[in-house]
């Protein structure tokens, strides 16, 4: 019989879900498995090694999840020999209770434990039977893990992980540890060898970019967004996400200043009413979130600005929710990510008095995307007619002859295909401009 730690044709599959730290995180597990031997199928039934990347951020992405494994309870029974693994923040979060709650998960790999893969692989090739669980907490970062990158535009490149916010709503920094910043070698390195490749773009990420090499003091946010721009090949550097008390005017200069460096800000305001601002323990107050908008738009007039909000925290009223909108309109986003709240147990807002219905969340949310799509639609019109730089990314999913790609300022473009291709800079004219998307044509 030949074992199957010395066959060279195992094929992986690799489930994705959440954020883009969870991609930058698979990426790192493709390019381990790849030392192995693996190769990525995107066929989950053909696959020898299954591992789900997770997320806890809100329910519905656990019941994704849990939905998945269910699946793959089938595939384990026709082949016993499938080796079925979950990492990322549900791995974190639930350890243990994974296995007890679906015992043909072979493996539960935590957030810090990425560099261990390989060695627990081999072990369950060598040995099926045992399930093997990791989630011990980090001790400092692992470097030079092989990187098996998804497209050949745009990379994903972590400066730090964790979190050391605590906002009342959020797993995060249960599930990722406190923060801790990659060195600013490391980071450069990693980004000269993207655009070696061929990369155009690098998104710089973290949980709270802003607060990056406060630990270890080498560079702070501003200079590394500053290395990082004057790295030869990149056309683009863009960075998420930013928490509004730590963006500081030294970013906000860099991104003046930068060549390359993507006018966007994601700010997450999450709220605007002052109590419930108060009660996600975010920390910055309505006028001080208000003047970082002024400041950013007195410095870099054309950014975007873009936010996350949460409807339905514990104890939002009527009259809250109404400031909400309202904040909304004063303050005029390009664009906003809206989320119900969703209690995570073990954060202080799972036990808040208050909890809104279901009923009530979604009415709320309707009525705040109905707001939010009147100002989107109305900022991209006033592009109308302008000539913008776009990045290209290639064909649009629906048609091949309608190509897409990005504003600076991160605004979708579609256009009729010319002679253009993937990774050119190009300028397209304004003629239709929608809510989510801006079409126009090649110039
Ligand atoms: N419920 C709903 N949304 C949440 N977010 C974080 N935690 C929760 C939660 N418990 C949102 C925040 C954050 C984004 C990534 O997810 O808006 O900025
Ligand atoms: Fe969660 Fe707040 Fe940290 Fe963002 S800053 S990851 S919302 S705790």
């Known amino acids: 019989m030949e074992y199957k730690s010395e066959r060279e044709d195992k094929k992986a599959y690799i489930g994705i879900y959440g954020c883009q730290m969870n991609i930058a995180d698979a990426e790192r597990m493709e390019g381990q498995l790849g030392t192995l031997g693996y190769t990525r199928t995107e066929d989950m039934t053909s696959a020898d090694l299954i591992l789900l990347n997770t997320c806890c951020i809100r329910e519905t992405a656990e019941d994704k999840v849990y939905g998945k494994i269910g699946e793959i309870k089938h595939l384990k029974k026709n082949n016993p020999e499938l080796i079925f693994g979950i990492a990322g923040c549900m791995a974190q979060k639930e350890g243990n209770h994974l296995i007890a709650r679906a015992p043909h998960i072979d493996f ?27 989630v011990a907490e980090m001790m400092g970062i692992h470097e030079n893990i092989p990187i098996k990158r998804t497209g050949s535009l745009s990379a994903w490149v972590p400066i730090m992980y964790g979190c050391n916010n605590f906002c009342t709503y959020c797993i995060v920094p249960y599930v990722r540890g406190r923060e801790q910043s990659r060195a600013p070698k490391d980071i450069v390195e990693e980004v000269q060898d993207a655009a070696a490749k061929g990369f155009k773009e690098v998104t710089l990420l973290g949980q709270n970019v802003n607060s990056y090499g406060k630990d270890h003091k080498e560079a702070d946010f501003a200079e590394l967004l500053r290395m990082v721009d004057a790295v030869p090949g990149i056309e683009r550097v863009r960075y998420m996400t930013s928490h509004p008390k730590d963006l500081s005017d030294r970013v906000i200069e860099s991104v003046r200043d930068g060549k390359h460096i993507a006018e966007h800000f994601h ?123 776009v990045l290209v990314e290639g064909a649009s999913k629906t048609d091949e002859n309608v190509w897409t790609g990005r504003t600076r300022t991160n605004k979708i473009v579609l256009w009729t295909h010319g002679a253009e291709a993937v990774g050119d800079l190009v300028q397209v004219r304004i003629t239709n401009p929608q809510t989510w998307v801006l079409k126009g044509e090649l110039l």
């Open 108 to 134: 539960v790999l935590g957030t810090n434990k990425i560099n261990e893969l390989p060695q627990i692989v081999r072990e369950i090739e060598a040995e099926h039977g045992a399930s093997i669980v990791d």
């Open 267 to 389: 700010i997450p305001v999450q709220h605007g009413s002052a109590r419930i601002l108060k009660a996600m323990n975010r920390v910055y107050t309505k006028e001080a979130y208000r003047s970082l908008v002024k400041r950013i738009r007195a410095a870099v007039p054309h950014a975007s600005i873009t936010t996350d909000l949460i409807v339905g925290f514990p104890g939002e009223s009527e009259e809250d929710f109404l400031e909400l909108l309202e904040f909304l309109r004063e303050i005029r986003y390009d664009a906003a990510y809206t989320f119900l709240y969703s209690k995570r147990s073990g954060t202080p807002a799972a036990t808040m008095e208050g909890q809104v219905s279901d009923e009530e969340k979604h009415r709320r949310l309707t009525a705040l995307m109905e707001v939010q799509n009147e100002i989107s639609l109305e900022k991209n019109q006033a592009l109308l007619g302008k000539d913008l730089e």
